[in-house]
């Protein structure tokens, strides 16, 4: 687990919220306090898309992807104000974190990690953001999270947002 703080909280806001960087992840949870405050679950609800045949529009993870809800986070934080705090709890897409964890030969089966978490906190002043790692079982390996740690590193390198590590 890993802690990174943002440094340039407005370009960050501009990949999170505008451009597409995140949209490899799902979205577990949204909290966004505002005016008042607003708390968003990801669980897709699969009986809104009915049974009509129509599978196009069916989601086919258990939480719904971050793209498809960002929009509905910016119209609530967008304006004058800053929000007082807010919080994203963010997953990798399953079959791109099975993938990263196969190519990086990870000591744990891909099927036994449950989810690779970003969690993104704004506390009003700055944005932390947090690595973890859900397993379905006990393993006293560290590797998965060692892996995600380093990817997420990459990645905000290789999108140019601007971080610090934090100890």
Known sequence: ???????SMKQFMNQLLVADTFESFLLQEAVISTACTFHIDGHVNQEFF??????SEKDT???RPWGKVKGLCF?????????????F???LMPDKAAALLEKENCDVEPSEVKAL?????YDGSKATLTTGTALNSFHLSKMP?????????????G???AYEELD
């Open 61 to 63: 993870y258990e939480f």
């Open 50 to 55: 009915g049974s009509d045949g129509d599978s």
């Open 1 to 7: 687990m890993k802690q990174m703080q943002i440094t």
């Open 117 to 121: 978490v970003l969690n993104i906190r």
């Open 145 to 157: 999270d060692a892996i995600w740690d380093k990817a997420l590193r990459k990645f905000l390198d």
């Open 75 to 87: 119209d609530l934080i967008k304006g004058k104000r800053t929000p007082l705090f807010f919080r």
């Open 159 to 161: 999108k140019g947002i």
């Open 89 to 91: 709890v963010l997953h």
